[in-house]
């Protein structure tokens, strides 16, 4: 039995990741591997609310196409879905997102076009069938649409619209759900004003506030954008720090917490057609700033990128990335690459054996068949030439020894589509304890939607020791003692009689660096004595503290020894003989 659930997250390595040969297999037959188009977008989303991953492909000509839907059948084959408004609607489209935006329990869509076209909004009926509705604000303007993404910006429980352009006036569209069917177009702030040639966008909680940042990929040698959450509705203008005044031609950006430190941490994709084009990451340090990697084969491959996307598609307790190259000369090959535990990449030639493409566009991964191993799409495009119409590229997932765990959420006063909900999970992975993180989003990269079903690698353990799970709405829970190779569907308003627990605020002077004095929640099974010890960097303990907690949540405030004095990170231990814990904390 679990003594004790002890809400810090902690700093863990996880160890080397499993090299299985052929852990994917490329599917040579369906209606998704033989169907030829123009393709943009991948989009794993469950239409039909029957447990299984649906997948989408929008189609992006210049004289227009129709899109793909492929229903999943329930054994991880697809089905092309016909004679509906989503398939049958002609269009020059680009991007695609999917989240339900009148909160009735399923997916809805906008996908966008180019080429001076209206973009196209398709309301789900509740069966996995679409009607487009062609008098909602956000499918009124004719623009030059690359993609879109949905988030609750202001966290009143409905989902907003943001819309990239990379032409025409330039401009991006927010729009605000009024709650009644209907948006608002917002025409103040930066994030409306700003005109630049803008591919990406990505709603993240990067400062972990509980409100939804933006970033916004922009190509041809600008700067990419960012616009920090006020909380009030209002967004202020990040304009300092590598993410903003790096200018290399960015198509795409993921986040994922590649370290495994509790923050997500940033992956962009740029375009090989630029001079100097290589791709880049940067880890969050968790005071706001950001740093880049120079090293390893995810930032020094030479590609024409145009998406990515994060997925621990090995089971081992780390996320991996995948990226995708198109309209480059010559042959093209996509990128997929293994994560060593602590954020480094190494460049994966084993996993897949043919990564060759004429040309690929979006990029995301999905469980179809539900054994809890992601599989991975590529949208293929013609790279230019219309003599070039390929089917997409579909890799089967064929698993291995490793464990897993999957987080389904559905929001009541939260969007029902949980966008914006974190979910942390603890385990010990090969002896370790590991806390993995991850954020509900409905964009994982340009023209890319990954599976909005949080899905944990699990290695080795046969259990979380703990999930926290913070819903958008304020409504933070912990589960203990779960067993591993499930899939956990979880209501916020089924989340009464589950113990609350803080678990963004465990330093209420968040954000981070704090001035001194530390505020933290303790979560205890039962009453114990526990050692509080800040270390430095180099694990050097620099102050130290005995406290007694009781059964349940227990507040203790803390001034640690020469407190004002310290400046940079350090991080914050809680031990006893059962328990050892620690979060990173940044003292300014």
């Known amino acids: 039995m679990m003594k004790r659930t002890l809400l810090l997250l902690s700093l863990a390595v996880s160890q080397p990741a499993w090299l299985f040969a052929q852990l994917f297999t490329k599917v040579t037959t369906g209606p998704v591997v033989t169907t030829a188009g123009d393709s943009r977008s991948v989009n794993f989303v469950d239409v039909n609310n029957d447990g299984w991953e649906d997948l989408f492909i929008s189609n992006g000509p210049q004289d227009g196409d129709h899109n793909f839907l492929y229903l999943n059948n329930g054994d991880g084959s697809f089905s092309s879905l016909t004679n509906d408004d989503i398939v049958t609607t002609n269009g020059a489209y680009d991007g695609a997102t ?48 690359e993609t879109a993404a949905w988030g609750d910006y202001d966290l009143d429980g409905w989902l907003d619209l943001y ?62 954008n960012f616009y920090m959450n006020d909380g009030d509705g209002a967004f202020t203008k990040v304009i300092t720090g590598p993410i903003v005044s790096d200018t290399r031609s960015t198509m795409s950006a993921s986040w994922g917490d590649i370290d495994n430190d509790g923050d997500p941490d940033l992956y962009t994709a740029n375009s090989g057609n630029f001079v100097g084009a290589k791709n880049q990451l940067y880890v969050n340090n968790g005071d706001g700033t950001f740093t880049e990697v120079t090293t390893g084969d995810a930032v020094t491959d030479a ?42 990449f190494t460049r994966d030639l084993s996993s897949i054996s043919d990564l060759a493409t004429p040309c ?23 790279n230019n030439d219309p003599n070039i119409n390929s089917p997409d590229i579909f890799y089967l997932n064929n698993g291995n020894g490793n464990h897993w765990l999957k987080v389904k959420l559905e929001g009541s006063s939260s969007n029902r589509s949980a966008i914006g ?114 270390l430095n960097i180099n694990g050097v303990s620099v102050s130290e503290m005995n406290f007694k907690v009781v059964e349940g949540k227990n507040f203790i405030q803390w001034n640690p020894d020469h407190a004002d004095s310290l400046s940079g990170i350090y991080f914050l231990e809680a031990a006893n003989a059962e328990v050892n814990e620690k979060i990173k904390v940044n003292f300014k």
């Open 360 to 382: 690929s566009y979006g990029v995301a991964f999905g469980d179809v068949n539900n054994d809890g191993f992601p599989e991975l799409v590529f949208a293929t495009c013609n």
């Open 98 to 145: 999917f989240g339900d935006y009148d909160n009735d329990g399923d997916p809805d869509a906008l996908v966008v076009t180019w080429w001076g076209e209206k973009n196209h909004f398709f309301r789900n009926e509740g069966n996995g069938t679409f009607t487009e509705d062609v008098t909602i604000t956000p499918a009124i303007p004719n623009t030059y649409s």
């Open 303 to 344: 590609g024409c990128s145009f998406s990515s996307a994060f997925e621990d598609y090995d089971n081992d307790g780390d996320l991996d990335l995948a990226v995708s190259n198109g309209f480059c000369n010559g042959s093209i090959t996509n990128f997929l690459y293994l994560n060593d535990g602590s954020g480094h």
């Open 421 to 534: 909900a974190k979910v942390r999970v603890k385990a010990i992975i090969n002896g370790t304890p590991v806390w993995q993180y991850r954020e509900i989003t409905s964009q994982s990269g340009y023209c890319s939607q990954n599976s909005m079903i949080a899905h944990f690698g699990m290695g080795d353990a046969l259990q979380a020791d703990s999930i926290l799970i913070q819903f958008p709405g304020d409504a933070d829970s912990v589960l203990i003692n779960i067993g591993t190779n499930q899939q956990l569907n979880i209501k916020e308003a089924s989340l009464t009689g589950i113990a609350p627990v803080h678990a963004s605020c465990l330093l209420q002077c968040f954000p981070n660096p704090s001035g001194g004095s530390l505020s933290i929640v303790l979560n205890s099974e039962y009453s114990q004595q526990i050692k509080l010890r800040l």
């Open 163 to 224: 819309v990239t352009n990379s032409d025409g006036d330039f401009k991006n569209l927010l729009y605000h759900n009024n709650g009644d069917g209907t948006f608002t177009k917002i025409i103040s702030g930066a994030q409306s004003t700003d005109a630049k040639t803008s591919r990406g966008a990505t709603w993240i909680d990067f400062d972990l506030d509980g409100d939804e940042d933006l970033y916004v990929a922009n190509e041809s040698g600008q700067p990419n």
